[in-house]
C-alpha cells in the first residue's frame, strides 16, 4: 500500500516562500505521475501543479504560474512543490496525489492516492 507524506507547510507573511515536499514509500514511485492539489473550506479540490513521471512539467494552474514549481527526486521517493511570492489566497491545505498509470494530469479523477495534507496559511 502506497503511503504519501506532505511535509513543508506552515504560517508565512505574503511575499515570502515555503517549500513542500511529499514522500512516497511502499510502491515504486518513479513511474507515477505526481500532482500537487489545494482545497479552502467551502470550495472544491482544485489542482495546482502536475509532473510526470519522466520530469516533464505537465499543468501549472494559471494562478501560480511563474511563482510556484513543482519537482520530483526519484532517488528520494519525493516531489516537490517550491512556492515563492506567496500570497494570502494561496492559503489552502495542500495535498500531494500519486497517479499509477502515469498518464494523467490535472483532473483529481485521475490520481490513485493521496496524502494527508499539509496546511499552508500566508498573513498579508
Known amino acids: 500500500q502506497e503511503q504519501l507524506v506532505e511535509s513543508g507547510g506552515g504560517l508565512v507573511q505574503a511575499g515570502g516562500s515555503l517549500r513542500l515536499s511529499c514522500v512516497a514509500s511502499?510502491?515504486?514511485?518513479?513511474?507515477?505521475?505526481m500532482g500537487w492539489f489545494r482545497q479552502t473550506p467551502g470550495k472544491e479540490r482544485e489542482s495546482v501543479a502536475a509532473?510526470?513521471?519522466?520530469?516533464?512539467?505537465?499543468y501549472y494552474a494559471d494562478a501560480v504560474k511563474g511563482r510556484f514549481f513543482i519537482s520530483r527526486d526519484d532517488a528520494k521517493n519525493t516531489v516537490y512543490l517550491q512556492m515563492n511570492s506567496l500570497k494570502p489566497e494561496d492559503t489552502a491545505i495542500y495535498y500531494c496525489a500519486a497517479d499509477h498509470d502515469g498518464m494523467g494530469g490535472r483532473e483529481e479523477g485521475e490520481y490513485d492516492n493521496w496524502g494527508q495534507g499539509t496546511q499552508v496559511t500566508v498573513s498579508s
Open positions: 509532473i510526470g513521471w519522466t520530469g516533464n512539467i505537465i
Open positions: 511502499g510502491r515504486t514511485f518513479r513511474s507515477d505521475n
